[in-house]
Structure formats: C-alpha cells, structure tokens
C-alpha cells in the first residue's frame, strides 16, 4: 500500500510539472518579475594610482526586474521571443579613505531578443542579445554619467511547469564600454573599461495569445 501511494505521488507530480507541448505558430506572452543581481567590471577604484594603494573593489548588488516576453513558436522545440524589461544594475562599492562606501545604481530598459530551445522535461536552453536604454543613474563618484547605450549577450535555462508557471535564470555579458566619465578621485574611466554584468533569476506565468 505504502509503494501504492508513493507510485501514485510520483506520477501526479510528473503530471503537473511535465511541460506542455507548444504548438507550431502559436504565440504567447509571458509576464516575468524576479531578482537582478549585478556588477560592473573594473570598477575598482585606488587613493593613488600604483601597486600597494587602497582600493575599492566593485561588489554584486542586489536589484528588481520586471516585464514580459512575446514568443513565437517556430517548431514544436523552438521559440522566438522579444521583451520588454526593466532592471536595476550597477554594482556595491566598500569605503576607502575618506570615501564612505556607495552604490552604483543604472536603471535600464532592456529589449532582450531571444532563441529558447526547448529539450523536454520542462527545460529550456535560451540564448540571444539585448540592446539596453540607461533610463536613470546615480553615482556619488562617477558624477557625469554613463553611456545611454548598452548591448548584452543573455544566455540561460529555463523550466516552465505544466500549469503555465515558469522560472528563468539568464546571465547578461555586456559588450560595450559604458562609462564615459571622469571621477572625483582624477581616474579616467573609460580607460577602466567597464562593462555591465548582470544574472537575473525569475518567476513567470504563459498566457496564450488567441
């Protein structure tokens, strides 16, 4: 009786969580809200500029991101979907001298354009790019501002459950120098390089377009 019972669980959870099958030319849209974890590359900054001065390292910084993705299903595994996010990026900065520590904090419009291959099971491999509009900013240091632009490569999983809930996880490579400022401390930035760098993670819901 007692295998009985375990059998039966196993099989109604399989039956809730197994993906269901999108049909070819179907579209849907999928609105996401979640958790954006970011940071932004060579950001550490020094009192003195030589080996052995105090620095400021740039740290993940914890954000929103909310929108909805469009998809297009071109084939039974393959769908095609363009979005609509924003999300909070930027990254931490820890004090140094006499600069008490500080967020960088970059709001952007995201338009990723995305591939999602889906391989049974729920999951999903997603891949695309992502132009960005810098929507709003602030900065104690770097005063003068950032690059409106910014282009991204998104790659990631997915899992979508059989009731139409899904999670995604997607890590967003910035391509393009953003910076374009000089700071309070004399250091060039864009010399500095600085890309963004951003992991977002989350919950979404597939409503079909009829």
């Known amino acids: 009786m007692r295998r009985k019972i375990i059998c039966l669980s196993v099989v109604a959870m399989m039956s809730i969580t197994a993906m269901a099958q999108h049909e070819k030319g179907s579209f849907y849209y999928i609105p996401r809200i979640g958790l954006s974890l970011s940071n932004l590359s060579n950001q550490d900054i020094y009192t003195v500029f030589n080996e052995g001065s105090n620095k400021s ?29 924003y999300q909070m990026q930027g990254c931490r900065h820890t004090a140094i001298d006499d600069l008490p520590k500080w967020n960088t904090t970059l709001g952007y419009l995201n338009l990723p354009i995305m591939a999602h291959l889906y391989v049974g099971n729920g999951f999903s491999f997603n ?24 282009f991204a490569i998104p790659v990631g999983v997915g899992y979508e459950f059989g009731n139409g809930w899904s999670i995604d996880a997607r890590y967003n490579w910035g391509l393009n120098q953003i910076s374009k400022v000089v700071d309070k401390l004399g ?16 919950l979404g819901y597939r409503i079909p377009l009829r």
Do not use: C
């Open 187 to 202: 250091k060039v930035a864009d010399d500095m390089d600085v890309h963004n760098r951003a992991i977002s993670i989350t």
């Open 57 to 85: 390292e740039g740290k993940w910084k914890a954000g929103v991101v909310a929108g909805i993705d469009l998809e297009y299903m071109v084939a039974n595994p393959l769908g095609i979907s363009v979005g609509v996010f």
């Open 127 to 150: 891949a695309g790019i992502q132009p960005g509009l810098l929507l709003n900013q602030e900065d104690k240091v770097y005063e003068s501002g950032y690059k409106k632009m910014d």
